[in-house]
Antibody, heavy 119, light 110 residues
Framework: EVQVVESGGGLVQPGRSLRLSCTAS????????MSWFRQAPGKGLEWVGFVRSKAYGGTTEYAASVKGRFAVSRDDSKSIAYLQMNSLKTEDTAVYYC??????????WGQGTLVTVSA | QSALTQPPSVSGSPGQSVTISCTGTSSDVGGYNRVSWYQQPPGTAPRLMIYEVSNRPSGVPDRFSGSKSGNTASLTISGLQAEDEADYYCLSYTSISTYVFGTGTKVTVL
């Protein structure tokens, strides 16, 4: 079965760091760019950032709201994409999803992991 | 990059058609055929309904169709069914190699 599973969410204090993982299975992870998204409680979807496949340099891009604080990376040997979140703010509280990029669209999503930033 | 503009809500009776608009700029919607649409019932992950403006993934009913004119993309649901009630979001690739979502539209089946 083609799927991705997010993990690593939880309660964290403002200013601290947290790393999320997105574990893929059922497809050739090395061939795909992977994106992270988030959805604050009761709000809409927001794209956070992505990492290209190694074939396209493995480079990253970010939304302006997280640039400089968040970093996306990948470990193709483990089929895992990561989202390193630093200097967390209360407004980063959200369900975080990862998704597989195909034709500049996302047909595979995980169930999400909740990150709560609160003192 | 500002969010793409969608109407907050649309509604229709079963069997009717509804259309959701998604307005951006020439730097996103108008500049690329890289617009996709997602359905999100409450408490669930988004589901891809349309990619590259008008293509349907396998398993998506042909009641769902997409189009684009200038800086505005549209999703039409024909023959509305109760199971179509959900939030819908458009997504576009942008000229600075990022993505931007629409503000979201709640579809209500009367």
């Amino acid at each position: 079965e083609v799927q991705v599973v997010e993990s690593g969410g939880g309660l964290v204090q403002p200013g601290r760091s947290l790393r999320l993982s997105c574990t893929a299975s059922g497809f050739s992870f090395v061939d795909y760019a992977m994106s992270w998204f988030r959805q604050a409680p009761g709000k809409g979807l927001e794209w956070v950032g992505f990492v290209r496949s190694k074939a396209y340099g493995g480079t990253t891009e970010y939304a302006a709201s997280v640039k400089g604080r968040f970093a996306v990376s990948r470990d193709d040997s483990k089929s895992i994409a990561y989202l390193q979140m630093n200097s967390l703010k209360t407004e980063d509280t959200a369900v975080y999803y990862c998704g597989r990029d195909r034709y500049f669209a996302f047909n595979i999503w995980g169930q999400g992991t909740l990150v709560t930033v609160s003192a | 990059q500002s969010a793409l503009t969608q109407p907050p809500s649309v509604s229709g009776s079963p069997g009717q058609s509804v259309t959701i608009s998604c307005t951006g700029t020439s730097s996103d919607v108008g500049g690329y055929n890289r617009v996709s649409w997602y359905q999100q019932p409450p408490g669930t992950a988004p589901r891809l309904m349309i990619y590259e403006v008008s293509n349907r993934p396998s398993g998506v009913p042909d009641r769902f169709s997409g189009s684009k004119s200038g800086n505005t993309a549209s999703l039409t649901i024909s023959g509305l069914q109760a199971e179509d009630e959900a939030d819908y979001y458009c997504l576009s690739y942008t000229s600075i190699s990022t993505y931007v979502f629409g503000t979201g539209t709640k579809v209500t089946v009367l």
